[in-house]
């Protein structure tokens, strides 16, 4: 394994270090990626040993974990303290987009009176989903339906107003249709943007660069969608606590090759890492001294994975010839087969049956992450093999 491979793997938790529960390793994450939240929530067992979909559950509805908009206005689950300073870098541009598509959805409005509107149909009220949503924003005089309700709670939260609460399945909580909710209303408080841009651009470097060093600005640019001038900010705050490293790419000093782990003390918004503990809001519990995986480990990975989606490129991961087949297009990346750090062919689940499609004509040994899965779900989970490229991409 590439000693870059094994250093991603493990600043991933793709080792699976000690136990940090949900909020913990979404600290240490700072985002998980989440507009799929079946996707989002086998993330977490990748990275972990003994938490299942329930404890991913329990944690958004405990409000420990928080789903919103946010890395390039995309969905994510984050802690509720990391929320403020991150909307406020990535706010501008989600809000931007947000009344574009609106507009292009046939509803007429600015800012100052649309945001209104949203406050008022929301707060109060719990969660709603979109139909309740739309419902209530046609009652207080703004007509609103499909993708327009959606792009209005986007837009609220953008200026730290709208989160998203529990899915609801037939009016249970649990995966199915999202909610929206008033922030202030579920998290306790308003949501409270950074007042000072630099502080939050050098906090960026530095948490994105503890779950994905090594690293560019050029990486951190394209996973956190702000512009590149933006990134290098964030990392020239930083300089004093990087390491550069041959090629071009950086880690945190007192990183130790090979393993991602912090072992010097450092410090990020409600976490603090000292020789290889966590303490403080959403954490709380011990991180593993900096093993390195296991040579040969295979992991699962989930539809929209970290692993794929964190640097500018996926060179040295996955090869130009099998990049249609986890990236066809549509919006679509696949679940993927990963040997030693490098992605050797895909995998789908749909009902008990979880099929593998190795790129090559070979034998992926993946029986123990197939019992894995099935233990994380809590339902049976049988592994097949086929070598025709699957027809979903979720994962599921």
């Keep these: 394994m590439s000693d870059l491979r094994g250093e991603r793997l493990a600043a991933q938790s793709l080792h699976r270090p000690a136990p940090l529960g949900v909020p913990g390793l979404v600290g240490r994450l700072l985002a998980v990626q989440a507009q799929d939240v079946t996707a989002a929530a086998l993330a977490f067992r990748v990275r972990s040993t003994g938490l299942t979909r329930e ?6 509805r405990e409000r420990s974990i928080v789903r919103a908009w946010g890395p390039r206005g995309t969905l994510h689950y984050m802690l509720p303290e990391d929320l403020g300073w991150l909307t406020s870098l990535s706010g501008p541009a989600l809000a931007r987009g947000a009344i574009r598509r609106i507009g292009q959805e046939g509803v007429a409005g600015s800012p100052e009176t649309l945001l209104p509107a949203v406050v008022r149909a929301l707060e109060g009220q719990g969660p709603l989903t979109k139909a309740e949503l739309g419902e209530r924003l046609s009652a207080r005089g703004l007509p609103a339906t499909g993708q327009a309700i959606v792009h209005l709670a986007a837009l609220g939260a953008a200026h730290g107003l709208v989160v998203l609460g529990p899915g609801v399945r037939d009016g249970a909580p649990g995966a199915g249709k999202p ?15 950074s007042l000072d841009r630099d502080r939050s651009l ?6 994105y660069l503890r779950a994905h060093a090594p690293a560019t600005p050029a990486d951190l640019a394209a996973w956190s969608g702000l512009p590149l001038r933006d990134a290098r900010t964030g990392w020239r705050l930083i300089a004093g606590s990087l390491d550069e490293l041959p090629g071009g790419c950086w880690r945190l000093r007192g990183t130790g090759s090979g393993t991602g782990i912090e072992t010097a003390s450092g410090t990020g918004a409600g ?18 001294s900096g093993t390195a995986p296991a040579p040969h480990a295979v992991r699962l990975l989930p539809a929209f ?26 919006g679509i ?39 894995d899965v099935s233990r994380f779900l809590g339902r049976p989970v049988t592994p097949a093999v086929s070598h025709r490229e699957p027809s979903s991409g979720h994962g599921r």
């Excluded at 909610?179 to 943007?193: E, F, I, K, R």
């Design 55 to 60: 404890d991913v559950e329990t944690a958004v």
């Design 179 to 193: 909610t929206y909710v008033h922030a202030a209303d579920w998290l306790g408080a308003p949501v409270a943007s």
């Design 202 to 207: 050098a906090e960026l470097a530095r948490r």
């Design 271 to 288: 976490i603090e890492i000292t020789s290889g503990t966590a303490s403080g809001t959403g954490a709380g519990i011990e991180i593993a």
């Design 305 to 330: 994975d970290e692993y794929l989606l964190g640097w500018r490129t996926r060179s040295g991961v996955l090869a130009d010839a099998h990049a249609r087949a986890v990236h066809p297009g549509g």
């Design 333 to 371: 990346l696949r679940p993927t087969v990963l040997v030693d750090g490098v992605i050797r062919g895909t995998w789908s689940l749909n009902g008990p049956t979880l099929t593998v499609s190795p790129f090559e004509a070979e034998r992926l040994p993946v029986q123990a992450e197939a019992e």
